[in-house]
């Protein structure tokens, strides 16, 4: 068949670069950002980061053809933060999230292994898994929720 070698779609060959900018001389305070060997996971959760910063106007990606794993990344700043910069900043506060939700999943299952039960710390303290206490206000179809204006 012709598909690709399915290492080529995750693995960097020798000399490429994961990351390429490329100023945008049209739009002031903006870049074009290539990266390689990532895909939509990546590029919406970035997106949804950067669009959380104040300090960004746009920010959207695009993958240009589902066969070549890369995908771009456009931000336009305010002009108090480089793309690159901002760029960066997101990463971080991304991989402290994606942290955080790793230790809160780990301890969620350290729970259950010892209760013994399906529902771990939740089922325990009376909580259901989306937040709301139990008892008469809280809980769904009790009270108000998240449909309610």
Same mark, same amino acid.
């Given at each position: 068949?012709?598909a ?7 693995? /960097?060959e020798?000399?490429?670069?994961? $990351?390429? $900018? +490329?100023?945008? @001389?049209? %739009?002031?305070?903006?870049?074009? %950002?290539?990266? $390689? =060997? #990532?895909?939509?996971t990546?590029?919406? +959760?970035?997106?949804? !980061?950067? /669009?959380? +910063?104040? !300090?960004?106007l746009?920010?959207?990606?695009k $993958? ?5 794993p890369?995908?771009?990344i &456009?931000? #336009? @700043?305010?002009?108090t933060?480089?793309p !690159? ?7 971080? &506060? /991304?991989?402290g @999230?994606m942290?955080? /939700?790793?230790? =809160?999943? =780990?301890?969620e299952f ?8 399906t529902?771990?710390?939740a089922?325990?303290t ?5 937040? @709301?206490t ?8 009790r009270?108000?929720?998240?449909l309610?204006f």
């Amino acid at each position: 068949m012709n598909a690709p070698g399915r290492h080529e779609s995750y693995v /960097l060959e020798d000399g490429e670069k994961p $990351v390429e $900018v +490329m100023e945008d @001389t049209k %739009i002031p305070n903006a870049a074009t %950002i290539k990266i $390689v =060997k #990532q895909d939509h996971t990546l590029g919406n +959760m970035l997106r949804a !980061q950067l /669009l959380s +910063m104040p !300090q960004v106007l746009f920010a959207g990606y695009k $993958v240009p053809h589902p066969l070549h794993p890369y995908f771009l990344i &456009k931000i #336009q @700043t305010d002009g108090t933060v480089t793309p !690159q910069a901002v760029l960066e900043q997101a990463c971080t &506060k /991304l991989i402290g @999230t994606m942290s955080s /939700l790793e230790t =809160k999943f =780990k301890r969620e299952f350290s729970y259950k292994d010892v209760e013994g039960t399906t529902g771990g710390a939740a089922v325990a303290t009376g909580e259901d898994p989306y937040g @709301t206490t139990g008892g008469a206000g809280g809980g769904w179809g009790r009270g108000r929720d998240y449909l309610d204006f």
